[in-house]
């Protein structure tokens, strides 16, 4: 009998008589796609769509530039450059602990008579946590959740300033749980960045949206303006040295113009001399800071990167989770696939016995 060939008008002779197999294997299959449909909560997506815009190497730099020429101020050291955020680092940004901390902080808008609420702590309620978290919080935990009324309580409160280190280690699964939901894609031809929330109430989407694009602008700004903003306080300063210098110096000479009107000695005229030149470097320095100064400001705005909006986050009910045409159309392909392998075992089964 291990030796016979199988026939294959046989086979399908038995695949006919199975046919009940391959529908209670069916109806299995999608009456667990119908529970799985009914169990998952329903999710909602909205998204923003921008691109990354600067304003380096503007007109005001070479106007700038042209005017310390005539002046005989050399400005080269005070370049544009592109040392600020490229957009293919903004999903290591919008992932990073410090940007989740700060999204996290940002208030919800509620309706009225509603409790405030932070979009950590909506993300924390809301969180799908795996079935051994759930069995530890309703058994060991079952304490502390009766103690806060069922609700997780966490500080979402910027920590200490002074510390590199992350130290609310309680925040970590909230943070992982935010990679989830939120996805960033660009768009390598176009330079369009889109940014898609999605959670499980459409407004709460459109909010994180909007909160997490702003607060992505300004870690951008931040980081890119952070070098200019440096330099800025430092020519500030030497500025205000070089302008109590040439002050200091156009008095000394002033005075003593005024206590040696007529001048016969050359000591005196030496002195003078002196004193004249000193004052002439001290001006020197002195128009050349204040040029250098304006240019540092300029450079700060224009240092400025910009997050142009092409198409806002708006609320969107319709619903991106479940997908009931995919699981349904897993669900069949599966009962099909079960039936056909179950009757092909019973089959080879009672062939070779």
């Not at 069922?150 to 970590?172: H, M």
């Not at 004249?276 to 002195?286: C, K, Q, V």
Request: aromatic share 8%; charged share 20%; hydrophobic share 45%.
């Amino acid at each position: 009998m291990a030796n016979e060939s199988i026939d294959v008008a046989e086979l399908l002779r038995h695949f006919v008589k199975q046919k009940m197999l391959f529908v209670k294997s069916l109806v299995f299959f999608i009456a667990l796609g119908v529970l799985i449909i009914i169990v998952t909560r329903n999710h909602y997506q909205s998204s923003v769509k921008f691109i990354a815009l600067s304003t380096a190497n503007s007109g005001a730099t070479g106007l700038m530039r042209q005017l310390g020429g005539l002046s005989g101020i050399n400005l080269g050291g005070i370049q544009g450059g592109e040392d600020g955020i490229s957009p293919m680092m903004y999903q290591e940004v919008i992932y990073s602990i410090p940007y989740l901390a700060k999204l996290s902080n940002r208030p919800l808008r509620q309706s009225e008579g509603q409790d405030p609420l932070k979009i950590g702590e909506f993300v924390a309620i809301n969180r799908r946590t795996s079935i051994l978290s759930s069995i530890k919080k309703y058994t060991i935990g079952l304490p502390e959740v009766f103690a806060n009324n069922g609700r997780e309580i966490l500080d979402f409160s910027e920590g200490r300033q002074d510390s590199l280190i992350f130290e609310k280690r309680e925040l970590v699964p909230v943070f992982n749980e935010f990679k989830k939901i939120i996805l960033l894609e660009t768009d390598p031809n176009s330079g369009v960045i889109t940014m898609t929330i999605e959670t499980v109430d459409p407004e709460v989407s459109a909010q994180v949206a909007a909160h997490a694009f702003d607060l992505l602008s300004e870690f951008v700004i931040a980081h890119k303006t952070e070098k200019a903003e440096q330099n800025l306080k430092f020519v500030q300063t030497q500025f205000e040295e070089s302008k109590e210098n040439f002050i200091e110096t156009q008095n000394t000479l002033a005075t003593f113009r005024d206590r040696n009107q007529n001048l016969s000695f050359s000591a005196g005229r030496a002195n003078e001399e002196r004193l004249l030149a000193e004052f002439n470097i001290a001006s020197n320095l002195y128009t050349n800071m204040a040029v250098q100064l304006d240019q540092a400001k300029i450079k700060v705005q224009e240092d400025i990167p910009v997050l142009s909006i092409i198409n806002p986050p708006v609320v969107s009910y319709q619903k991106t989770k479940p997908n009931i045409p995919m699981i349904l159309a897993i669900c069949i392909f599966m009962g099909f696939a079960s039936g056909f392998v179950w009757a092909l075992l019973i089959f080879l089964k009672n062939h070779l016995s």
